[in-house]
């Protein structure tokens, strides 16, 4: 069955740390994409990245980098440099065709607190 | 303006009662989703809709109904509302023409719903 784990449940950081955030996936399917979103204490659901199963190059954006290795189902979020404002739930999701639409599956969820 | 508004932001309601949350997005996407987060399970889907005639139910569906009034706009409804209903309720939407796997979809900044 298709599954997405986030095995962090809660990480705690001082600011300036770095910070790796674990994403594993199920899927049977050849061709899929993952997604990282972030859900800051306000509560909307924010759009940080998609990738395809056939890219399996290592995507950076500023303090933000994803790592996705298919020989081990990972897609690993690193924040370099953590900030305050990166305190947020962190959720990875796998998108598998099912119906002709696009079923997202969520982790449960990685809950990031960087202190001052 | 935000691209996908959800109203109202908050609702408190009591047992038996009927309420509609309700989604509007001025993005253009053709495809509308409704998901209900549950502390520690993510999110999971209620209702899809692929255009105005086109609606299916998703995997907790039991309890709920929608009505997608236009293209831009999706409904919600509670019929009689019972306290394990209380969740945080996100609409989202997503573009056909990128592609079924490729969509991204794109959340409303989510209604907290009480259940008294």
């Known amino acids: 069955a298709q599954k997405v784990t986030q095995a962090q449940t809660e990480i705690s950081v001082v600011e300036k740390e770095d910070v790796t955030l674990d994403c594993v996936y199920e899927?049977?399917?050849?061709?899929?994409?993952l997604f990282w979103y972030k859900q800051p204490p306000s509560g909307e659901l924010v759009f940080l990245i998609r990738r395809n199963s056939f890219d399996e190059q290592n995507e950076i954006s500023g303090r933000y980098s994803w790592n996705f290795q298919k020989s081990t189902s990972s897609f690993n979020f690193t924040i370099t440099a953590s900030q305050v404002v990166d305190s947020a739930v962190y959720f990875c999701?796998?998108?598998?065709?099912?119906?002709?639409?696009?079923?997202?599956?969520f982790g449960a969820g990685t809950r990031l607190a960087v202190h001052p | 303006d935000a691209d996908v508004t959800q109203t109202p932001r908050n609702r408190i309601t009591k047992t038996g009662k009927r309420i509609m949350l309700e989604c509007s997005q001025t993005?253009?996407?053709?495809?509308m989703y409704w998901y209900r987060q549950d502390p520690g399970l993510g999110l999971r889907l209620i209702y899809y809709?692929?255009?105005?005639?086109?609606?299916n139910k998703g995997e907790i569906s039991d309890g709920y109904s929608v009505s997608r009034q236009a293209q831009a706009k999706f409904s919600l409804s509670l019929e009689s509302a019972i306290p394990n209903q209380t969740a945080l309720y996100f609409c989202?939407?997503?573009?056909?023409?990128?592609?079924?796997?490729?969509?991204?979809?794109?959340f409303g900044p989510g209604t907290r719903l009480l259940v008294l």
């Open positions: 989202a939407t997503s573009d056909s023409g990128t592609g079924v796997l490729g969509e991204t979809q794109y």
């Open positions: 899927t049977r399917d050849t061709t899929y994409y």
């Open positions: 999701a796998l998108s598998e065709a099912r119906g002709g639409y696009n079923k997202l599956i």
């Open positions: 993005k253009g996407h053709d495809r």
């Open positions: 809709s692929f255009d105005v005639k086109d609606i």
